[in-house]
Antibody, heavy 118, light 114 residues
């Protein structure tokens, strides 16, 4: 059974870089034809798509975050990662990783709360 | 402002049939199938519908459909455990040099079971 688990610092200072990793267990990550996605949700608000990556390295990013986002994949560790630069309080949110195809997400991680504060 | 428009709230009684809607444009719902995601008490979202096909393990009281640029999630025989926030999502395709194709979400519908 495939599972996704987010990890990374829970507290980030303003202007610094938020870094999260999603570890995929129970599947054949290297060969899976999926899109590996990051989604976030500020407290009391809806879901926001950040971007996605394939194990080939092909990426798509949200237009509103594109200038600050970088995603990468490490097939040797069954992981994909998110870096978001120059963070502000507006980037405080629960961050989810998810698996999907071009249109849907079929598996979600449990989410991790990242707070931007000095 | 979300790219897809959902009702802010919908309510129904146990056993009732309720339909949630998700309105978009020809560049998103008009061109692609829609996913529906259930979020109970701010926990991790759970996928309840891929277009008109539910994932394995989703009760058959859940069904999905689409008409033009609007998608629908129908729950026939509402149960107390269906109380949750529901989000729709699909791909939005843009050929414009000034915008980019991206995954878009609705703002979410809070479903209350009375």
């Amino acid at each position: 059974q495939v599972q996704l688990q987010e990890s990374g610092p829970r507290l980030v200072k303003p202007s610094q870089t938020l870094s999260l990793t999603c570890t995929v267990s129970g599947g054949s990550f290297r060969y899976d034809p999926y899109y590996w996605t990051w989604i976030r949700q500020p407290a009391g608000k809806g879901l926001e798509w950040i971007g996605r990556i394939q194990t080939s390295g092909n990426t798509n990013y949200s237009p509103s975050l594109k200038s600050r986002v970088t995603m990468s994949v490490d097939t040797s560790k069954n992981q994909f990662s998110l870096k978001l630069t120059s963070v502000t309080a507006a980037d405080t949110a629960v961050y989810y990783c998810a698996r999907g195809n071009e249109l849907y997400f079929d598996l979600w991680g449990q989410g991790t709360l990242v707070t931007v504060s000095s | 402002q979300s790219a897809l428009t959902q009702e802010a709230s919908v309510s129904g009684t146990v056993g009732q049939k309720v339909t949630l809607s998700c309105a978009g444009t020809r560049n998103n719902i008009g061109s692609y199938a829609v996913g529906w995601y259930q979020q109970i008490s701010h926990g991790a979202p759970k996928t309840v519908m891929f277009g008109d096909s539910p994932p394995s393990g989703i009760p058959d009281r859940f069904s999905g459909s689409k008409s033009g640029t609007t998608a629908f999630l129908t729950i026939s025989g509402l149960q107390p455990e269906d109380e949750a926030d529901y989000y729709c999502s699909t791909w939005d395709y843009s050929l414009s040099a000034d915008t980019f194709s991206a995954q878009v979400f609705g703002g979410g519908t809070k479903l209350t079971v009375l």
